[in-house]
């Protein structure tokens, strides 16, 4: 302990710059504090490697090949759109899962296909089913290549060519749309989070350190802001402008910080009259520096608290939009759009069931990971 | 000796922390006779309040643990006893008055409230009896008026006031043992006076038995018949009051006694060059009512006061708390606004914007009282050193910043070497330090100390005060040194000024003060300070 230590030992060497850890001590036990949480702590590391996976959709998930040979050429098709006529066809853009193109590459080099030979807007023209058709691994071989020329012997009928989680109503792959959807969501959550706390952070930050007309102006403000019905007027907005990703996310920004504003008011209301904020007015520090440097790092634990939870309500959001239609585009992989489908559906429960679980196992990950990051930030909490 | 109440047997208190135990209280013993006052000396840290906390095992068990001992109460052990029969002995045969008055009080109940609920709850009064027997607790503790006081909420006490209740709630089941905890140290030392000769007095009154806990020795040698030495959680020495005093045996009580702020400051020279004048400074908070807020009357924090410090020397502002001297501190730094002429280096400073300020900052600094809150958790100590060379000498290189890090850190008696260390890492008198290097750093010429030494234990004050007095001599400071520690003023200023409700009493070289007071104020100051002694009623407050 730091009684221990004797006072007035001055040891004359001075070592240049001793290297620093990191992480502060400070943070360093919260790490700790957060790792002791086992579900939070997998639950992050869960959620980390499904959306690093998920960046990566378009190796996993395509309609198109990841790598190509085609008479000694090596593309990438994945990232270059190459015209159909470099393959003796005449189309602008190649379906390589046309026959004749798969045919003609495969007579002149070779090539490598994802996993899943779907993409998240690729209509499967050979289920066996009317759409939506059931996951593939409920019918036998006859069954499910029942729609190739060549039936069960057609070098289609492989494993890659399979709806693992059945079809939509409009026979794409349910799986490549739910990859693509975690993305999206996920992206648009994390996207929001962090935009509105950056909105959020310097509003309360200028309303708390600054208080007095500053504080009292803003907070009427943000009262009346708040008032606003976020959906009415998602609604209405939506009638005016096309809907899209960032017309959407410019939308919910515009409200959803408010949010973290209470937060970080309060903490910076209590922590400006610190003796040690004092001390830095009394150096003649400015206002921005004392700001970013003494203030921010005590209201960066409660906002740092608040994130997942922040994150996790905008992924709700989004999806409850898509479920009406007033959310992404026709098309895109939405999660909520999927839920629309399994309610219109009833008779193909791997729709709900699938969306359900992508959704739920989501937001629980994100609530552990926040519940886990709250604890740890929590001086009170003593772990073993 | 008459018949031993508690005796206290090879007690030992641990805690569990992050998997290890820390042993807090290392296997002590002690006796306490019946109507005698046994009191526990230590530094912050020696265990002498979880030693106290045990005997009423109101320690935050299951992390607190016993590993070894008994505390025998009237022969029967307490650690072994159950929950329901420790209810019937706290507050009952044993009570507890505590530091800080202010939270031990409830705050959303009267007074009368909260003392009748004990009388009640412990003897079973109905209602009229115990109004009437609070009322003459309330008198017996010295409350004035007590009939008008009954409906008083704690906050509508002062702090010497709000003590007393504490002590009649203690008293109202006449316990055989009083244990208080530091009761006087958050008070003035005015009403600390009072308050040591109230207990006192009720203790030879009732005859009871009282465990004192307390880390002033001056009490000390007031209030107890035994002492029990304690450091790192060992009583290293246990005798008669007078004896210990006399005769100290262990090195550790003797290093205790020879702790006091000692040593003159440098002689006062009148003709020494002004650094800071201040001329009729007045801070006025104004009372605003009705709804539009009209300002119907001032609180006068600071109401018209001159003061000069002068290169070399320090001005010592004394005062209780509520005087104003922090106010006045803190407007002669321009941290609060105004009125008035401050004249810095000869230049009018008063109406200087914060930005222009800028410059002059960093020959006017600034060390505050509490070495825990004025150095940023976030930030390593050179970190925090360096905050004022980034902006008053941009120019510097990191390596030159460094190495006027690691040498004020040598000037002030820190190792450089644990420059990169967070706060916490320090001790409370080390951190100080870190404090005094952050304003040194900037060389500046006149400082503003704001009870630089009262968060810290006694031994760690003087070294304090003998640092501050190296630095002035050696860089010419001038000092604004503002406490109410007495003691520590008589070591360090030239001169002094005694405020009282914002206005000054009594100005004047400190050796005269000190040694020829001419007001009753600041006799009854210097009395209670030195000799803990009371001043008649009415010069002082309550």
Redesign the interface.
Known sequence: MSQAVVENTVVETTPRRAKRPWLSPLNRRRWQNFKANRRGYWSLWIFLVLFGLSLFSEWIANDKPILVSYKGEILFPVLVAYPEEKFGGFYAVTDYRDPVIRDEINANGWMIWPPIRYSYRTVNNAIPDAAPAKPSWQYDADKRCGQYPQRAADPDCIVGNWNWLGTDDQARDVLARLIYGFRISVLFGLILTAGSSLIGVAAGAMQGYFGGWTDLLFQRVIEIWSAIPVLYLLLIVSAILPPGFFILLGLMMIFSWVALVGVVRAEFLRARNFEYVNAARALGVPNRTIMFRHLLPNAMVATLTFLPFLTSGSISTLTSLDYLGFGLPPGSPSLGELMKQAQSNLNAPWLGISGFIVVSLMLSLLVFIGEAARDAFDPRKAFR | MSEILLSVRDLSVAFAQ??NQ?TAVDHISFDLAKGETVALVGE??SGKSVSALSVLKLLPYP?ASHPSGKILFEGADLLAMSEKQLRQVRGNKITMIFQEPMTSLNPLHTIEHQIVEILKLHQGMADRPAKARTLELLNEVGIRDPEKRLDAYPHQLSGGQRQRVMIAMALANEPELLIADEPTTALDVTVQAQILELLAGLKSRKSMSMLFITHDLGIVRKIADRVCVMTKGKIVETGPTKEIFANPRDPYTRHLLAAEPKGKPPAANADAKPVMTGKDIKVWFPIKQGFFRRTVDHVKAVDGIDVTVRAGQTLGVVGESGSGKTTLGLAL?R?ISSTGTIRFNGRDINQLTFNA???L??E???V???PF????????IAEIIE??LK??EPKLSPDER?DKV?DVL?EV?????TR?R?P????G??RQRV?IA?AMV?NPRFVMLDEPTSALDMS?QA?VVDLLRNLQAKHDLAYLFISHDLKVIRALANDVIVMRNGQIVEAGPSQQIFENPQTDYTRALISAAFKIETAPVGTVSE
């Open positions: 992050g998997g820390s912050s840290g992390s730094a941290m300020m800028r410059p900052r960093r006017l600094q600034i505050f009282q509490d809150g004025s150095l940023s958790p976030r930030m390593s905050e004022g902006i008053h460094d690691a040598k008696g820190l190792d450089p070497a990169n967070y916490h890492e320090f001790s008198g080390q404090a952050r900037l760690v070294q």
